[in-house]
Nanobody, 123 residues
Framework: VQLQASGGGLAQTGGSLRLSCAAS????????MGWFRQAPGKEREFVAG????????YYADSVKGRFTISGENAKDMVYLQMNSLKPEDTGVYFC?????????????????WGKGTLVTVSS
């Protein structure tokens, strides 16, 4: 499975950005796709995820109510709509996919990763 993320850029505090991730290859093996981010000097952290089987969505507490993950299973696409952005949302955002039905949404449990896309939120 190959993942390609796009849509990062510069936004002001309170602004919005939309990230997209396109999956290709043996995408039928994926049970879920999600987004992680890594700020400078910090560990990679889970942001949001979506289950392909149940369409359930999952969010980190820090982004609940501000970010929305959605997906198009048939097109192997997942999106992250980010509203009310804060400077602490700054980081490199990675698209990832998990083949386990458990959908643990941990960095170590994700099976496929795309290259990151940089999101910068200015104050």
């Amino acid at each position: 499975v190959q993942l390609q993320a796009s849509g990062g850029g510069l936004a002001q505090t309170g602004g919005s950005l939309r990230l997209s991730c396109a999956a290709s290859g043996r995408t039928s093996s994926m049970y879920g796709m999600g987004w992680f981010r890594q700020a400078p000097g910090k560990e990679r952290e889970f942001v949001a995820g979506i289950s392909w089987s149940s369409a359930n969505t999952y969010y980190a507490d820090s982004v609940k109510g501000r970010f929305t993950i959605s997906g198009e299973n048939a097109k192997d696409m997942v999106y992250l709509q980010m509203n009310s952005l804060k400077p602490e949302d700054t980081g490199v955002y990675f698209c990832a996919a998990e083949v386990s039905r458990l959908l643990l949404w941990r960095s170590r449990s994700m099976d496929f990763w795309g290259k990151g896309t940089l999101v910068t939120v200015s104050s």
